[in-house]
């Protein structure tokens, strides 16, 4: 038999608990895979391995470019890293993607759904720069790339049109942050083009947020950005009924993981209380992608027949409508026993055999003209009067680049601030030429030069570029 060998790792939690029983209906499936297994996790982090997984886990990971992990505990503080992050970036695992079904009346949601949320999965505030600056302000950097833009929205009109979905709709905030999330709904519509046959459309994130949560029927595919797919989706999730149900997969060119969305639940670790439904959830899109779709088919099908019959979890137990509370294990017997019988009242699942989800190689457009038009030097001062700082800063001049205007968090306060505008230790002093030629990194040296002989501490600086004659950078508010 061909049989696919994956990584499996059971983590923590209630994790070894889920994992060994979707195993066990994996394995009555007939599903041909073999499994190697990893530790990774909370007893890992506390060996002194801040990044939750050992060298020669990676190996095996990367021989077999299939994982299925169960929820694992990022202890506090000491410095440990998300390895779930890691995992994705590491592996390049662009995309992340989550179904969202309603299954009532036998679990309970005021809505009718089933839409798929496609999260890029790599960049954005999760790229996970942060520094703290002065004693009062701490930044992040969220980081949006057009390589990243374009896999992510070409994935998500490529999943659309594999399975049948009519409507692709991108969620941004460009109306404020013009730059980074600009690019994304620019990109959203170039690629959109190529698609003719879909529907497309786009939402402001908020206003997206509280249409999914009124009327998420409405919704087909929707993609967006790290963090706004991060709390969408579990939003979805929860009106779909429950976390609890929801799985997930994370895929990239030759390499996928999959998982539940929910965390490792140590509260009820070990009381074998736990739903396996979200782990299971996790497997069924594990089994599409290897290409085993018959035991997919069969465990999804039995799955739903589970609830039908009322054999819940206590998570969703409901005395009107469940016949029988149990636990783990017996949970997942009752899937076991009704393998091969499909639902009556919930919608039969079919899956086709596909080839999988090609997209093309980003291809890098020809190099914009680039030029260095003035910058942004940040100071730490610990001053809150703006026009004190303008006279302190404004006589620092070299050639005819002079100081425009003062910022503090983002607003416009030199000059001709408000007095009422509250300020931070953190400003922004941004330096252009009076006759908007084009300045040089020299120029930026003799600068900071200066603002170093007069005791200004400098903390940063971002050079303000234009694009094909394109500004590259924000005005901000009150500019």
């Not at 779909?240 to 490792?264: P, Q, R, W």
């Not at 979200?278 to 039995?302: F, K, P, R, Y």
């Not at 026993?337 to 919608?347: A, D, F, S």
Request: with cysteine; hydrophobic share 40%.
């Amino acid at each position: 038999m061909n049989m696919k060998r994956i990584t499996i790792a059971k983590g923590d939690g209630i994790g070894p608990e889920i994992m060994d029983a979707t195993l066990e209906i994996i394995k009555a499936s007939g599903a041909k895979i073999e499994i190697d297994e990893i530790e990774i996790g909370e007893k890992v982090y506390l060996s002194g391995n801040t990044s939750g997984i050992a060298d020669a886990s990676w190996d095996t990971l990367k021989q077999n470019k299939v994982f299925f992990k169960a929820p694992i505990t990022t202890p506090q503080g000491g410095g440990y890293k998300s390895l779930n992050v890691t995992a994705r970036k590491a592996l390049g695992l662009y995309a992340n993607v989550r179904p969202c079904v309603t299954y009532t009346p036998f679990v309970d949601s005021k809505h009718q759904m089933d839409l798929v949320i496609i999260r890029e999965n790599e960049e954005d505030l999760y790229a996970g720069i942060e520094h703290q600056q002065t004693d009062e302000v701490i930044q992040c950097l969220k980081l949006i790339s057009r390589p990243g833009c374009e896999k992510i929205v070409r994935y998500a009109f490529e999943y659309a049109k594999v399975n049948g979905r009519k409507k692709v709709t991108c969620m941004s905030k460009d109306n404020i942050m013009k730059q980074t999330d600009g690019l994304f709904h620019t990109i959203f519509n170039e690629i959109g083009l190529e698609y003719p046959e879909i529907e497309k459309d786009h939402w402001i994130i908020d206003i997206g947020s509280a249409r999914i949560a009124d009327t998420p029927e409405v919704f087909d595919v929707i993609v967006t950005l790290n963090l706004y797919g991060d709390i969408i989706s579990d939003i979805a999730a929860q009106i779909a009924g429950s976390v609890g149900l929801a799985g997930s997969s994370n895929i990239g060119d030759g390499f996928a993981m999959f998982e539940a969305i929910h965390g490792s639940a140590p509260t009820i670790a070990g009381q074998g209380i736990a739903n396996p439904s979200g782990l299971i959830q996790g497997a069924v899109l594990m089994l599409l992608h290897i290409g085993e779709t018959e035991s997919a088919e069969i465990i999804q099908n039995a799955w739903l027949k589970t609830l039908e019959d009322g054999i819940h979890t206590a998570d969703i137990y409901k005395s009107d409508v469940s016949s029988k509370k149990v636990g783990t294990h017996e949970f997942a017997q009752a899937v076991i026993e009704r393998l091969g019988q499909e639902p009556q009242q919930l919608k039969v699942v079919k899956y086709k055999k596909t080839a999988g989800i090609q997209i093309k190689p980003y291809q890098k457009r020809v190099e914009a003209k680039k030029e260095l038009i003035g910058v942004d030097i940040f100071v730490c001062w610990n001053g809150t009067n703006a026009n004190e700082i303008g006279e302190k800063i404004s006589p620092l001049t070299h050639k005819n680049i002079e100081l425009s205007m003062i910022s503090n968090r983002g607003i416009k306060v030199w000059p001709n601030g408000f007095d009422e505008t509250f300020c931070t230790d953190h400003w922004r002093c941004r330096y252009k030429s009076l006759d908007g030629s084009s300045i040089s990194q020299g120029d930026i040296i003799a600068l900071l030069t200066l603002f170093n002989q007069h005791q200004i501490e400098v903390i940063k600086t971002e050079n303000l570029y234009t694009f094909d004659g394109k500004i590259g950078f924000s005005l901000g508010q009150g500019q």
